[in-house]
């Protein structure tokens, strides 16, 4: 009996998400539920008063209105931007294609105090566009004043957010086959009207996936909201949790916060799963990615096509390229007139002798690149085995994926307690504080990653495995041969999130290693820290590059695998 | 059953690992010749004065030093606190004077009576008991974009720079995430008192143009010339004079004088090698100081130091005001909330 319904399996789907479990366990789990089992301890023992508090204050419950309002908002804005480019990158072929792709994992990998900078030099008041429009034009005040208010906010989170929506929902269009919107030309429907009643919930699933995350990095936002809004009348619980936990000193309080924080996203997380599986079953699948279009066939739609394209690389190249112009300014008269210059690279490159920390900036590089591609190579197929066992049905799996997107509901500065419960009690060289960075790193990736490939993995129909099943073949077999390559576009952009999330991470790597090794946000923290801004700036640019050089590369390898 | 089986051993593996993590790693205590340092983490790296102080102390005293890079002093005191029963650090590095009471509390420091402190001038030894004693400080001080401003806008107090004219020209820090953004609150308290202070803060909403998170975007703002003026230290324009070459940036002196930070060394009671732990203190507030103030843009507390010439723009205020460590820990979570409703409306 037990051979018939595929049983003797079982223990092999078990296992699979062991490794991504016990990694998630170790270094987020343990330490959190120390850190917040403080929010139940007062000095007479265990107390509930405390959270009762939390959970039941007006002020409490403002400030989550107002978090959860700006992330909505955000989410919102940046699918609104996203989705006319992910409908161009994923139906039209054209030249910078790629290069339009890479640049969108860029805001990712640079830490937010540089975006809120970037942001500042391009937009700001003194910033290039203003300079540039008050030349022109002549005038004597700056034409565009958007920045310290909540459009700001709003604003820059598109920013920073609107790309990874583009690029994950692309990425799934691509692979959806056009046959529902085809029947729907030929009985009559309109563009628009085919678009809206069809495309648009076949995409929901993308859509959803990715807005989450979106939607969660801005519930978590800080410096962004602070100083781009202008004060605190736009605070959030990340600030709240922060004040309470470094300012106030108050753990137990700011335990009892994050708890109440962990809770809210978690219901939305729980919602999000329903949905997610509630949709994606109803998905047909195809293999291969249709044929593309060269370039639009209107003359309106090559217009509309260019004036978009046009403006969002003005938003996203504006403060990117403002970080790398400013990188090559360096100030060498008395006068305090900035000139061009590349001597900070000269220092990067240790072609000069670096001054304060430019000195360990070449090593810090070679860390960044080292400790980025082991957390690449390590955290996909963790990922992929916990896809694996996410994908079936029922409560085990839902609580599974629940786990492995915890790592985003909690704030950093609860995490950053975490880890630093972990530093103190495992003493080690230098060796185990590479190990325990580069595990802190999978643990933020996981999310992401998982996040890629779920959705293409719920697409695939289980009849594949269970023929492949049932033809012999063993689950190892069918994994590897059927599932896996199916999968590979996926991968490669999961392992490319998870590239350059660990070039951009800065908190774990700060508290686990006590500063024994350095990385590039390492070091541009430590350069803004000490004056120099237009050091971080060159150490950014390369931030920037060597990840769009690894993303270009990636989508070359993903457009070899798809045949084309 | 299956089901359950899955979290009861989801359960025991979390209590066999939180057994783990609190029985943690121990480590035995320094041996005769070495003593062992926490300091926070910018005073060790390559960059900061930690390495060069102690290859210095080291080679003069033979006497090994085991510098910890131990977070900042928040989580010092309390890795020290948890150690209590298995000490191993002997002195600790960078505790401030807003922090002490946390570290009095605590009674984790022994009175260190240093022949050095009679070079250490009298309003920088906060503590009477000596069980923490200053190695260098700092003053909060705003600081002017001398290309953006003319000079005779230039404010000379605080309640000069609440004056409209000044809209949208000030770049301050949120007290709530920043310790210099809680500098400029316990600064507005000692000049204006407990009564006075929230006003000033209503007449500088206009005139900030943003409050931002920290230290470092509200500077790196005022160099992007956002605006002319910004909340910083006394020392800020060393750096452009020192690297940039330039004196565009200048610090302005107030006539109610300035807020002070002051960062301070103790000697652990429960340290097995005091004379030792005694030796390298010493060093920090003389031989060290000159280093301690380069590299950390601070001030010695030393009068006999001799700086180098890029610190005469760094000019010290006539009068260095400070609260006390009690009165900070007893009304700071009250202040800040009362801030917060002030400046949210």
Redesign the interface.
């Given at each position: 009996m037990k051979q018939q319904d595929g049983g003797q399996y079982k223990g092999f789907y078990k296992a699979m998400p062991a490794p991504g479990a016990a990694v998630l366990?170790?270094l987020f789990?343990?330490?959190l539920?120390?850190t917040l089992s403080t929010a139940f301890l007062s000095e007479e023992g265990f107390t509930l008063s405390r959270v009762q508090q939390t959970f039941t204050s007006a002020y409490t419950i403002r400030i989550l209105l107002f978090t959860l309002y700006q992330a909505a908002l955000s989410t919102l804005a940046s699918v609104v931007v996203a989705l006319p480019g992910a409908y161009l990158l994923a139906n039209y072929s054209f030249r910078g294609k790629r290069f339009i792709r890479a640049l969108t994992t860029v805001p990712f990998v640079i830490p937010s105090?540089l975006v809120?900078?970037g942001f500042?030099?391009f937009f700001?008041?003194?910033?290039f566009l203003n300079q540039f429009l008050m030349k022109t034009f002549s005038l004597e005040k700056p034409p565009i004043q958007i920045?310290?208010s909540f459009k700001a906010i709003i604003l820059a989170h598109t920013f920073f957010n609107f790309p990874i929506i583009m690029n994950l929902v692309s990425s799934y269009w691509e692979h959806m086959d056009m046959h529902c919107e085809m029947a729907a030309w030929t009985l009559g429907a309109r563009k628009g009207k085919t678009f809206r009643t069809i495309t648009l919930p076949r995409l929901l699933p993308s859509i959803i996936s990715a807005s989450t995350l979106v939607f969660l990095f801005c519930y978590n936002s800080?410096?962004i909201i602070?100083?781009?809004?202008?004060?605190?009348?736009f605070?959030t619980m990340e600030?709240e949790i922060?004040?309470l936990a470094?300012?106030?000193?108050?753990s137990g309080a700011a335990a009892s916060l994050s708890l109440f924080s962990i809770l809210v996203t978690s219901f939305l997380l729980i919602w999000y799963n329903k949905s997610q599986k509630m949709l994606a079953r109803s998905e047909a699948y195809t293999t291969s990615t249709k044929r593309l279009d060269k370039r639009p066939a209107t003359v309106a739609g090559k217009v509309l096509a260019l004036l978009y394209s046009l403006a969002t690389s003005l938003f996203i190249l504006g403060p990117i390229a403002s970080i790398v112009v400013r990188s090559f300014m360096?100030?060498?008269?008395?006068?305090?007139a900035e000139s061009f210059s590349f001597r900070w690279y000269r220092q990067l490159f240790a072609i000069e002798r670096g001054?304060?920390?430019m000195?360990?900036a070449l090593q810090a590089l070679t860390n960044s690149l080292a400790i980025a591609t082991i957390v690449a190579l390590i955290t996909v197929p963790i990922a992929l085995t916990m896809a694996t066992a996410i994908r079936k049905k029922g409560?085990?799996s839902s609580s599974l994926e629940l786990f492995g997107m915890l790592p985003m509901t909690v704030s950093s500065v609860i995490i950053g307690l975490g880890y630093?419960?972990?530093s103190?009690?495992?003493?080690?060289g230098v060796s185990i504080g590479y190990t325990l960075v580069v595990l802190a790193h999978m643990v933020i990736a996981i999310p992401f990653v998982l996040r890629t490939i779920l959705p293409e993995y719920r697409k695939m129909p289980l009849s594949y495995a269970q023929s492949s099943l049932t033809l012999g073949a063993g689950p190892l077999r069918t994994f590897f041969l059927i599932e896996v390559p199916l999968l590979k576009g996926a991968m490669i952009t999961g392992g490319m999130f998870a590239f350059a999330l660990s070039m951009g991470e800065i908190n774990a790597t700060?508290?686990l290693a006590?500063?024994?090794i350095v990385t590039l946000p390492v070091v541009m923290y430590?350069l803004?820290?000490?004056?120099?801004?237009q050091g971080a700036c060159a150490l950014g640019s390369v931030l920037i590059l060597v990840c769009s050089i690894v993303f270009i590369v990636s989508e070359l390898a993903k457009g070899e695998s798809n045949g084309r | 059953m299956t089901k359950h089986r899955n979290y009861f051993a989801v359960l025991a593996i979390l209590l066999v690992s939180s057994f783990l993590f609190a029985q943690g790693a121990k480590e035995s205590s320094s041996t005769n010749n070495t003593i062992t340092v926490y300091a926070y983490d910018a005073f060790c790296g390559d960059w900061g004065p930690g390495p060069a102080i102690v290859t210095e102390f080291e080679a003069k005293t033979g006497i090994k030093v085991n510098l910890v890079s131990a977070g900042d002093a928040i989580e010092m005191l309390i890795k020290v606190q948890s150690e209590k029963n298995n000490p191993i650090a002997d002195v600790v590095v960078g505790i401030s004077d807003d922090m002490a009471a946390k570290a009095y509390a605590a009674d984790l420091f022994e009175a260190y009576q240093s022949p050095s402190l009679a070079s250490i001038p009298a309003f920088l030894q906060f503590d009477p008991s000596h069980k923490l004693l200053p190695f260098d400080y700092g003053n909060f001080a705003f600081v002017v974009d001398t290309e953006k401003l003319p000079s005779e806008m230039f404010p000379t107090s605080l309640q000069a720079l609440t004056d409209p004219k000044y809209k949208n020209k000030v770049l301050l820090i949120d007290p709530r995430t920043s310790s210099v953004g809680l500098g400029l609150l316990l600064w507005t308290i000692e000049v204006y008192g407990e009564q006075e202070y929230l006003s000033w803060w209503k007449a500088m909403k206009q005139n900030a143009l943003t409050i931002t998170e920290g230290w470092s975007s509200a500077y790196g703002l005022f160099t992007e010339g956002e605006a002319p003026l910004v909340l910083s230290y006394t020392t800020s324009p060393v750096y452009h004079v020192t690297y940039e070459d330039t004196t565009r940036y200048q610090t302005l002196l107030f006539s109610e004088g300035h807020s002070t930070t002051i960062e301070s060394v103790g000697l652990l009671s429960s340290s097995k090698n005091k004379e030792h732990a005694k030796a390298f203190i010493d060093f920090l507030l003389t031989d060290a100081q000159l280093e301690i103030a380069t590299a950390n843009s601070m001030y010695p507390v030393n009068s006999t130091t001799e700086l180098p010439p890029a610190f005469d723009w760094a000019p010290k205020p006539q009068k260095n005001l400070s609260l006390d460590a009690a009165t900070i820990e007893k009304n700071l979570d009250r202040w800040l909330t009362e801030w917060t409703q002030v400046m949210s409306k």
């Open positions: 366990l170790l789990l343990v330490p539920f120390f105090i809120v900078l500042v030099i700001g008041n003194n910033g920045l310290y800080f410096a602070l100083v781009l809004g202008g004060g605190p009348q605070t600030v922060y004040r470094r300012t106030s000193m108050d360096a100030s060498t008269t008395r006068s305090g001054t304060g920390h000195g360990s409560f085990a630093y419960i972990i103190n009690r495992i003493r080690g700060l508290t006590n500063s024994a430590r803004i820290g000490s004056y120099n801004f | -």
